[in-house]
């Protein structure tokens, strides 16, 4: 899977668009902006609604992609930063091409998924490229609301169980949406994670021999 991706990357790169995390968090500032000062204005017309969709408002299939958390201004302000150097970490490891195709899956994946549940939403989609950074940047230090300083594979084993909280009480349709983020990160990292389980056992093995 992963060298097929890196040259369907490869193939791909002339089209890639650059810097696609800071369109993304423009879009989200924007939308908050306005919604802060004209009560949800833009958000009411953007969210996902699949009636809304089949009914010829065709724009919601893509655009609640660029909702942005609903929390209060500090929460919001740190979570889009956290977006965009996530998004940046992302793409300068991976080249744009690639990082434009790990997002995209997941956005149509999370498409597909509402239009046969009814239900989408850019969380899960978000919090998947967290995991991805986490697992390329484990030991990444980020300072939590700009003073707690914490690894990222630490926030990490709080995402994932915050994952595994909505996979239990989520209704079906949450929990649609919240296994096709994850099957995107599966599909990205599988060969990465075969690795490190075929290199533990290895290493298992020879302490055990070494013991003997």
Not at 35 to 44: G, H, I, M, R, T
Not at 120 to 133: C, G, R
Request: hydrophobic share 60%; charged share 15%; proline share 2%.
């Amino acid at each position: 899977m992963a060298g097929w991706l890196d040259r369907l990357s490869n193939r791909t790169r002339r089209f890639a668009i650059q810097g696609l995390m800071n369109y993304v968090v423009v879009g989200m500032l924007t939308i908050y902006l306005v919604d802060l000062f004209y009560d949800n204005l833009l958000s009411d017309v953007l969210v996902f609604d699949r009636a809304a969709i089949l009914g010829g408002e065709v724009w919601r299939i893509l655009t609640f992609i660029f909702l942005p958390p609903a929390s209060g201004p500090l929460f919001v302000f740190f979570a889009l930063y956290f977006f965009w150097m996530i998004g940046q970490a992302l793409e300068g490891e991976w080249g744009a091409a690639k990082f434009n195709w790990f997002y995209g899956i997941g956005v149509v994946g999370t498409m597909v998924s509402g239009m046969i549940t009814g239900f989408a939403t850019n969380v899960f989609l978000n919090l998947s490229l967290f995991f991805a950074f986490a697992v390329l940047f484990p030991n990444f230090e980020i300072r939590l609301f700009f003073i707690l300083p914490v690894k990222v594979k630490w926030l990490a084993w709080v995402d994932a169980a915050y994952f595994a909280f909505a996979l239990v009480f989520s209704d079906w349709a949450g929990r649609a949406a919240l296994l096709v983020s994850v099957a995107n990160v599966v599909r990205f990292f599988w060969s990465d994670a075969r690795a490190l389980i075929v290199n533990a056992r290895r290493r298992r093995q020879w302490k055990n021999q070494f013991r003997r």
